[in-house]
């Protein structure tokens, strides 16, 4: 591993004035890119990869060893297992062929939306990839010890070293003393292809910053970016995996993107990509497989103060080994209430949910509490695989105790489009406000489909059903306005 200040002068690793210019190199290649792990990390042999472009020579794909957990319901701690990370860039037709160390009984390749066709001979699997994808390779029903298989194109604009506003880590082992590094306004970290940085990346009132790449973030100490009070902050193309601590937390922070990320956490509280008391936030293209919540959407916390507003989150794939795969709400600011607003969510492929307990279930989740509001959130195409346990729909203007000093002040004007759940393990689904002040007004769900069934208002019923029998969901007498509509 290179310790980065051992290599560059003090001066250079926290002001990074290097009189070097970062060069692009403007040149990049459509075959498959392939590119080796470090000796010092561990990979695993359940699957061996191989990927080439049709009637090219093969080449090995070295697979990363990735913990996940799951919780255990007795004594509360952490079962791990462990899973496998192939990553490789490219931009034409690819062909991809897996060799299993065991018998195949089955193989599912999520997410199921993609409806990537594969071939079983023996113990090998192939398939072609027209375009980057990132996808869950699962064999026998086996959802621990799986591939994911993660893609994207090759940089056409990487630079290949430091300059005065370009921090670059380079393919190999790399490292910031302290386990941590700041950038500072006007900079770039840059993780190329092949480079694994074990260090925790910070933003503290910086503006245009990025952290961009195709190279892993690799366990670092105190989760994996940081952001704080900054703005136009650009998040694109690397993979983090983290122990402990939140993939990526924004916090009282404007005008960021988060692309292209693929995000892993594996110990209690270990969320993906958590937004507080910001503003004009796109997440899009992100595969994220997490301990806890994969994407969490809420006001104040902590150190963090203020409304959160328009934030997209689309175009990516959840799984969530705990807890929610969106989760809005939670927290917030009792004595001085706050606003979550003008939220889309759109084109997303939730791969599983499994949370035991009831208070904390739903592939989506509306929950505010603190004295929040949240108002005027679109979701659409959201397509829900078959989750081991928890609820497709949460919503509830909630007191939780634990975390909140008082209910929140309601739920309005929200659209869900488009959402398909094909399983059979949701529970009954909740809509429930809090009191008649408290309320959850308009909420109006359009062509949602459970099992192939498409459920209406003017459905075929007996009279004296309500509609939200047949999804099943519950709504209390604090609902009002809830419509089931086909288009």
């Known amino acids: 591993m290179t310790l980065l200040a051992s290599v560059l002068p003090a001066f250079v690793l926290f002001t990074f004035t290097l009189a070097a210019t970062a060069q692009s190199s403007n040149t990049t290649s459509c075959k498959p890119e392939v590119h080796p ?14 990927v080439r472009s049709p009637g090219s020579p093969w080449q090995d794909l070295q697979l990363w060893e990735v913990p ?8 509360g701690s952490s079962i791990y297992h462990y899973g496998s990370i192939g990553y490789f860039d490219f931009c034409t037709d690819v062909e991809v062929i897996l060799t299993y160390n065991r018998s195949i009984d089955s193989v599912t390749i999520r997410p199921l939306s993609y409806n990537i066709q594969s071939a079983v001979n023996g113990n090998e699997i192939t398939f072609m990839l027209s375009r980057p994808r990132n996808l869950v390779i699962e064999i026998n029903g086996d959802i621990w010890d799986v591939l994911h298989l993660l893609s994207n194109t090759p940089d056409p604009d990487a630079p290949t070293g430091n300059s005065s506003s370009v921090v670059y880590v380079g393919p190999g082992s790399h490292s910031f003393p302290g386990g941590s590094i700041n950038i500072t306004s006007g900079q770039t970290l840059y993780l190329a292809a092949g480079a694994v940085l074990t260090s925790t990346i910070n933003f503290y009132e910086a503006n245009d910053v990025a952290v961009r790449g195709r190279g892993f973030l690799y366990q670092p ?13 650009l998040i694109d193309g690397v993979t983090i995996v983290t122990p402990g601590g939140y993939v990526v937390t924004l916090g009282q922070t404007e005008n960021a993107t988060i692309r292209n990320l693929h995000g892993f956490s594996s110990k209690g ?5 958590d937004v507080f008391c910001s503003k004009n936030v796109l997440i899009e293209s992100v595969f994220m497989r997490n301990s806890d919540d994969c994407i969490a959407i809420y006001a104040h916390r902590w150190n963090y103060w203020g409304d959160t507003r328009n934030v997209t989150v689309q175009d990516s794939s959840l799984w969530a080994d705990l807890a929610h795969p969106i989760n809005i709400g939670t927290h917030g600011n009792t004595d001085s209430p706050e606003v979550i607003e003008d939220l889309i969510i759109r084109n997303i492929d939730v791969l599983d949910h499994r949370e035991p307990q009831a208070l904390y279930q739903g592939t989506i989740a509306l929950n505010p509490g603190d004295n929040n509001l949240v ?3 679109l979701v659409d ?3 829900v695989e078959n989750f081991r346990e928890g609820q497709l729909v949460n919503m509830r203007v909630m007191y939780n105790e634990k975390y909140n000093t008082s209910p929140g002040r309601g739920i309005h004007n929200v659209t869900i489009r488009n959402m398909v759940y094909n399983g059979n393990h949701s529970n009954l689904n909740v809509l429930v406000g809090y009191d008649e002040e408290r309320t959850i007004s308009f909420v109006q769900f359009i062509n949602l489909t459970v099992n192939g069934e498409v459920i209406y208002d003017t459905m075929p019923k007996p009279k004296w059903y309500s509609t939200s029998d047949f999804v099943p969901m519950y709504a209390n007498e604090h609902v009002k306005n809830l419509t089931f509509v086909l288009e």
């Open 37 to 50: 792990i470090p000796a010092e990390f561990k990979t695993r042999n359940t699957f061996a990869a191989k």
């Open 68 to 75: 996940l957990t799951e919780v255990n319901t007795s004594s």
């Open 221 to 233: 100490p105190k989760g994996g970016i940081l952001a704080e009070n900054s703005s136009n902050i």
């Open 269 to 273: 509280n270990g969320d993906g990509i």
């Open 375 to 377: 108002q005027h959130v």
């Open 381 to 383: 195409d959201f397509r």
